[in-house]
């Protein structure tokens, strides 16, 4: 199978995957990064909102 | 200034002027119908926050397969009341395909009512390369819904 790469379709047995996972305030992250050799040729972000906005809570504030 | 999260100033306003309607009719205005409601996303070099009125293209990310404007967000959820919250939610992810920008910062706009802002939600700095970036919603519910008025 080839994926589809910021240096063009590069076969999938030819790319190393690892994962980063980040947590934000109101998000967390997973992104998936795809090496070709070294190089980072693709990655694919989710952002998962735990939590949205109470407007009557003082700007910048999450939860609640 | 930094691309912060909150609900637009403008928007708690103009929720009391009847100009957004998430669901159903509103007698008071002559188009009953639902508002269309878009996702666009920022650069970090952005200032989207709590002072925002309006969808701006600037500081907006650029890519082949990003449509100026964003995304059209699925508004199938029904507006919810619990727990003396009232809260909306979209019904489904937000998604683009193929892209490569740096963002941190996602903006809700009515596109149905001049582009008027409603909330920015800043997720921090996410980097995309040749792929696909998704933002998945929180819960439809009155402790973790997009938008919330307790």
Known sequence: MMIPTAAGPIARDDLRVEFEIKEEDMAFSVACKWFHDKEEVRRDVWVNMKCGLDATTQQGKIGG | ?150
């Open chain 2, 1 to 150: 200034m930094a691309n912060s999260t909150a609900v637009c100033d403008s928007f708690k306003e103009e929720l009391m002027q009847g100009f957004h309607v998430f669901e159903g009719v509103n007698p008071a205005r002559t188009a009953n119908t639902v508002d269309v409601f878009k996702g666009a996303l920022y650069t970090t070099a952005g200032s989207v926050g709590a002072g925002t009125t309006a969808y701006s293209a600037s500081n907006e990310v650029s890519h082949a397969n990003y449509t100026a404007g964003g995304n059209a967000i699925t508004n199938g959820n029904t507006i919810g009341l619990a727990s003396n919250t009232a809260y909306w939610t979209p019904s489904a992810s937000l998604s683009w395909t193929t892209v490569s920008f740096t963002t941190d910062c996602l903006l809700i706009y009515n596109s149905s009512q001049n582009d008027r802002a409603v909330a920015s939600f800043n997720f921090g700095t996410q980097t995309v390369t040749a792929g696909n970036f998704t933002l998945t919603m929180p819960t439809h519910a009155s402790g973790t819904g997009l938008i919330r008025i307790a």
